[in-house]
Nanobody, 127 residues
Framework: QVQLVESGGGLVQPGGSLRLSCTAS????????IGWFRQAPGKEREGVSC????????FYADSVKGRFTLSRDNAKNTVYLQMNSLKPEDTAVYFC????????????????????WGQGTQVTVSS
């Protein structure tokens, strides 16, 4: 069993920045691939980014490339999503999810590939 807790969401103006955190507990070594997803009202959940257990492989959705940076601190069992140059269309509930350590990264954005999910944190980008 893995528990995930997201934090760092909030209200920010367009062009601003936020850093989301995802802290894991439980059998984290078996489920150490971490993905971030978001879901806006009336829209499907979409993959934002994914990081491998070592941090050596990182993937981003085209919509966030160059603006978002994903990193991890394995000593703290925490993954960070730095979001810069935020746009109103980034407004959504952001979720982190844990998948198997051995992961098919070609499918990183498929939510069904992940086994455990956090409760989500709201990000609102508005003036």
């Amino acid at each position: 069993q893995v528990q995930l807790v997201e934090s760092g969401g909030g209200l920010v103006q367009p062009g601003g920045s936020l850093r989301l955190s995802c802290t894991a507990s439980g059998f984290t070594s078996d489920y150490s691939t971490i993905g971030w997803f978001r879901q806006a009202p009336g829209k499907e959940r979409e993959g934002v980014s994914c990081i491998s257990s070592s941090g050596g492989n990182i993937f981003y959705a085209d919509s966030v490339k160059g603006r978002f940076t994903l990193s991890r601190d394995n000593a703290k069992n925490t993954v960070y999503l730095q979001m810069n140059s935020l746009k109103p269309e980034d407004t959504a509930v952001y979720f982190c999810a844990a998948g198997p350590r051995l992961f098919n990264y070609y499918q990183w954005s498929r939510d069904y590939k992940y086994n455990y999910w956090g409760q989500g944190t709201q990000v609102t980008v508005s003036s």
